[in-house]
């Protein structure tokens, strides 16, 4: 089994609920959730679209899965949930990114890990650092996550 992060986001219909039934069809496939973030609320990008807030967690799994088929299956949740890709930055049902596989590094454009843009977004280090293990460091940087919080710029 191997660790993993997940962020979930989701700023269209009702995010509480979504997030549980993002669990749930997680749950049915054998990946076992052992720890969720409360939600977190942040604003929709780009500042100023009007697009609703959105409302994020991390989800910390184990899984046998590898990390390209953990990366399929949540794509298959998403699009199982009513998720519709458009635009960049579009108002969503759901998003679920693969935020770090057993501190695995792939620069794949289907699965790059860690999530490039993860030492970036308070929404998703804020959610992380509740559910994250003792002595996790980012994969590349070697930080570690309160190092990380400590840098962005809020």
Known sequence: MSRAYIAFGANLSNPRETLMRAIMAMGETGIIIDGVSNLWRSPA?????G??????AVLSVQTGLGAMALMDLLLRIETGLGRVRSVRNAPRLIDLDLIDYAGQVSTDPHCTLPHPRMAERAFVLKPMDEVVCPGWRHPVSGQTLSALIAALAI
């Open 45 to 49: 990008w780009p500042p100023g679209s």
């Open 51 to 56: 697009a609703p807030d959105y409302y994020n």
